[in-house]
């Protein structure tokens, strides 16, 4: 592919016009914004930060930005953790440890390790690329492209890339197309008909609407393209200003709309979909009940999001497990599983799963019912057990005729319960049914 551009020159004046030959994904780096705590998970991310929650029946949050990467054609990928990370640093170790530097490919993990002194954590998104310039720059990619973590949407990155040479902007800013009436809760942006970010308003009473789409805002993804040496001088800048919180959408990208040329891409414009895919999907699993309504649409007969793309598949960490497993087939004890996702060692003796995700090793025993529920890896569900409208953790044992889901009152009483009558159960929360 070639693609004719004008670059820019670190004092964003002149520009100059460059011809390129290849993809530029493979002339960029992916920099993984993933320390979030995620606290709106409450008790799902008391061990784990959000991007390392399980999602979809085998995959984590994360993987989504690190596919969309990789599909994209990037082969050079940072990852910045930060809060409770060993979670998500052993899954990235095992489940992306594949990229080799003999192929001019590379991937590295960045926890918080006061490389530059100073505190401990990372400040903000922009300080967490700032502290590892130096790592970045080992590599001298000539384009960053920074990503969130935490949202579940599947995105080729080298249409933003072109966008951004082709326009040459200072920073592109992916955009989500949302109602006006629900933009309130973003960061929107504020463009004129050329898709240039004239102001940036984070969460407004009365978002700005696009001009050719009244009633719609353009909504700030997380997602940035710069190139290095651009984003270099601006981290230097915003780390020398005292009154700066260190955070792209806070600091960052309102300076270079202020002093530069800052664009809009339309995620319109690169999100990808399968044949099966209708809609544009973006989600952000940050509540409960989010991350609850995600992954039970994937049971649809036609789900909006389509994992059985293999055009554009969700790399994850393949864990080594039996097929899974329906035993019993009589009347009352029969292993069924109707309109749900079962992942490999699970083992439903004769029980009933119904518009569920069953994630790996999950044990189902005999006369319990699962329904519309998602239950994390390697839970244990006992005889009996009637559980509804539920998020099971990770390794949690559910006791002999336990019922979940059907008492209101007394579900908020055990465990955490939602506005919308989801049930979130923990071990913690077993173990204090039996003090």
């Known amino acids: 592919m070639e693609t004719t551009a004008h670059g820019n020159d670190t004092d964003y004046g002149e520009r100059r016009k460059v011809t390129y030959s290849t993809p530029l ?158 933009a309130s809760a973003f960061g929107v942006m504020h463009v004129d008909t050329e898709d240039r970010i004239v102001s940036f308003v984070e969460k407004p009473a009365i978002p700005p609407e696009m001009p050719d789409r009244p009633g719609w805002a353009l909504a700030s993804m997380g997602i940035y393209v710069f190139k290095r040496d651009l984003l270099n001088d601006q981290l230097r800048r915003d780390a020398a200003d005292p009154g700066s919180s260190r955070d792209f959408g806070k600091d960052v990208i309102p300076w270079l709309v202020a002093n530069g040329k800052a664009i809009a891409h339309r995620f319109t414009s690169s999100c990808v979909r399968s044949r099966a895919e209708s809609e544009v999907y973006w989600r952000d699993v940050g509540t409960l009940d989010a991350y609850w309504e ?69 044990h189902v025993h005999s006369y319990a019912s699962v329904t519309n ?28 005729g336990l019922v979940v889901g059907e008492d209101p009152e007394l579900d908020a009483r055990r465990f955490r319960r939602t506005e919308r009558g989801i049930c979130l159960v923990t071990q913690p929360m077993i173990d204090r049914l039996a003090a």
């Open 294 to 362: 995600a992954n039970v649409d994937l049971t649809d007969v036609v789900p909006d999001l389509d994992l059985f793309d293999r055009n554009w598949p969700i790399w994850t960490y393949a864990e080594i497990t039996p097929p899974a497993k329906f035993v019993h087939d009589v009347d009352g004890r029969r292993g069924s599983g109707v309109a749900s996702l079962v992942s490999g060692g699970c083992i439903v003796s004769g029980a009933a799963v119904r518009r569920s995700l069953l994630f790996t090793g999950v």
């Open 373 to 400: 529920t998602v239950v994390l890896p390697y839970v244990d569900i006992a005889r009996g057990a009637r559980l509804s409208n539920a998020i099971v953790d990770a390794e949690v044992r559910i006791p002999p």
């Open 25 to 182: 994904a493979r002339s960029a780096m992916a920099y993984v914004l993933a320390g979030g705590r995620g606290t709106r998970l409450m008790e799902l991310t008391d061990r784990r930060a959000k991007p390392a929650v399980y999602f979809g029946g085998k995959s984590r949050i994360v993987d989504f930005a690190l596919s969309n990467a990789l599909n994209s054609g990037i082969r050079r990928i940072a990852v910045a953790t930060q809060y409770k990370a060993h979670s998500l640093i052993r899954h990235l170790q095992r489940g992306w440890n594949f990229l080799q530097p003999v192929r001019n490919e590379s991937f590295d993990i960045l926890p918080a390790s006061q490389r530059l002194g100073g505190n401990e954590w990372y400040a903000g998104t922009a300080d967490a690329v700032y502290q590892n310039i130096d790592i970045v720059d080992g590599y001298a990619p000539e384009y960053l492209v920074i990503l969130a973590g935490d949202h579940i949407y599947k995105m080729d990155y080298e249409r933003m890339l072109v966008q951004h040479v082709n326009s040459g902007a200072d920073v592109t800013v992916a955009c989500l197309e949302v109602p006006a009436a629900e």
